[in-house]
């Protein structure tokens, strides 16, 4: 492929990455404070629950809620919450990184596309003018003389309740063979077929719907092995980092399913997964061993049996202060209170 044509196409993307990415920023924002709000305002704190009355298309608001929560687990409580995640901003970053990429590549792949056949082999001088999200470029090829403008854009809408998307619009304008002027707005194929009869070569027929829809699926393939890639690297790198046992389990679990994603998708795709350096078996995230388990019932039964004095610590400490007050009613439920955590506790010490 021509390298000129790449180097145009590459400084025309590269303002797009941070625009999309700070629009995806802000949007992720808006949809979390939104969460903050609905939390606050009903019983509810899991995004299924708590959004499940609503349009089908408010799956892509669970979704994206999903990696910014957490559960806290407490055993004295039979209706676990959920909580935003401390490091919520860091992932919001590392998503609105992913949205960028994927973006970019795609507007990157349809603005070459539709120049590749225009340009050629030859060499091209090129001026970009306008704005981020509306840019406007002069473009001249020095071997035909074939000179046109070509105004591309990044269309993004960001609904609340839906998956984002973005549209590319790319427009010819002001095609000219030297002095000679071809037309004010001229379509894709026919700054096509002017140029290739300008060097001499025969026009290609146009694909047919099959072939485009072939060719586009190839490059949906290819857009979800990477981003499978990217959830198996993110995924290893999260197991590693794991603070404690539990953590690590549910960390485990994450990542061989991306790990599994990735294989299928290979299957899926016609690749042999055993060709894929990603899914070496030294690199894998390894099975949980029994000590693995016992490691984890350990740190349960810690962990459960902190809790459970703390409540007995908790519930002893009502006890002291009712009796000194004397408040005999709210002293009778207190005593219950403690025989119950004392219960419970030797229970958990047995």
């Not at 949205?99 to 507007?107: G, K, L, M, R, W």
């Not at 953590?247 to 690749?271: D, F, H, P």
């Not at 099975?287 to 962990?303: C, F, G, N, P, S």
């Amino acid at each position: 492929m021509n390298k000129a044509l790449i180097n145009l196409v590459e400084k025309i993307a590269e303002p797009f990455w941070t625009e999309v990415r700070e629009n995806y920023l802000v949007h992720q924002c808006n949809l979390l404070e939104q969460y903050r709000k609905d939390v606050a305002e009903k019983i509810h704190t899991d995004p299924w629950k708590l959004y499940k009355n609503q349009l089908s298309s408010s799956d892509y608001l669970r979704n994206i809620l999903y990696p910014l929560i957490e559960k806290t687990s407490n055993s004295c409580m039979p209706d676990v919450p959920y909580r935003v995640k401390a490091d919520v901003e860091a992932i919001m970053e590392r998503m609105a990184d992913r949205s960028a990429d994927e973006t970019v590549a795609s507007f990157k792949d349809k603005l070459l596309t539709k120049l590749e056949g225009i340009i050629g082999k030859g060499s091209v001088e090129c001026e970009i003018t306008g704005n981020l999200g509306r840019n406007y470029i002069q473009v001249k090829l020095t071997d035909t003389g074939l000179q046109f403008g070509v105004l591309s854009q990044i269309v993004s809408v960001w609904p609340w309740n839906a998956t984002p998307h973005h549209r590319y619009p790319t427009t010819f304008h002001e095609v000219k063979v030297g002095n000679d002027v071809k037309g004010a707005k001229l379509s894709e194929r026919e700054v096509k077929t002017l140029a290739y009869t300008l060097r001499g070569e025969e026009v290609p027929k146009d694909l047919t719907t099959e072939q485009k829809r072939e060719k586009s699926k190839g490059t949906r393939q290819e857009r979800s092995l990477e981003a499978a890639r990217k959830d198996v690297v993110s995924g290893r790198k999260s197991f590693a980092n794991a603070k404690d046992p539990d953590e690590k389990r549910w960390k485990r679990i994450s990542g061989k399913q991306q790990e599994t994603r990735l294989r299928n998708l290979l299957k899926k795709y016609g690749q042999d997964p055993a060709t894929e350096s990603l899914m070496a078996k030294d690199l894998m995230i390894p099975r949980q061993t029994k000590a693995d388990h016992d490691e984890l019932v350990t740190w349960k039964r810690d962990k459960e049996l902190k809790a459970a004095r703390e409540r007995v610590e908790w519930a002893q400490d009502s006890v002291d202060r009712f009796t000194k007050e004397d408040d005999a009613k709210n002293l009778e439920w207190a005593q219950k209170d403690l025989e119950r955590a004392q219960k419970t506790l030797a229970g958990l010490e047995a």
